[in-house]
């Protein structure tokens, strides 16, 4: 098993800026492929970004595409990260990192199989 802890959302003005990061401990972090995922009040929990074991692929959602948002890891940190730039006010969610026992990257929510309990990202307008 793998436990995952996410930090660093917050509050902050639209076109601004924050980076999550999601620490894990447990079994060995680089046999995971490793994903980002939001839920607005309201609504659905969706995907927003995912990454290789190796990091050597990633996937995101269309919604952040074109540098908006960036995923990343440090294996040798056992941490995944989720830069986000831009933010716009329907980016305002919770956010969670997850885990998939994968070797490559995947977007399907049912795919993984452990999840944070997830940070709050408030954008104001």
């Known amino acids: 098993q793998v436990q995952l802890v996410e930090s660093g959302g917050g509050l902050v003005q639209t076109g601004g800026s924050l980076r999550l990061s999601c620490a894990a401990s447990g079994r060995t972090f680089s046999s995971y492929a490793m994903g980002w995922f939001r839920q607005a009040p309201g609504k659905e929990r969706e995907f927003v970004a995912a990454i290789s074991r190796t990091g050597a692929r990633t996937d995101y959602a269309d919604s952040v595409k074109g540098r908006r948002f960036t995923i990343s890891r440090d294996n040798a940190k056992n941490t995944v990260y989720l830069q986000m730039n831009s933010l716009k006010p329907e980016d305002t969610a919770v956010y969670y990192c997850?885990?998939?026992?994968?070797?490559?990257?995947?977007?399907?929510?049912?795919?993984?199989?452990?999840w944070g309990q997830g940070t709050q990202v408030t954008v104001s307008s």
């Open positions: 997850a885990a998939a026992d994968r070797t490559t990257v995947v977007a399907e929510m049912r795919e993984y199989s452990y």
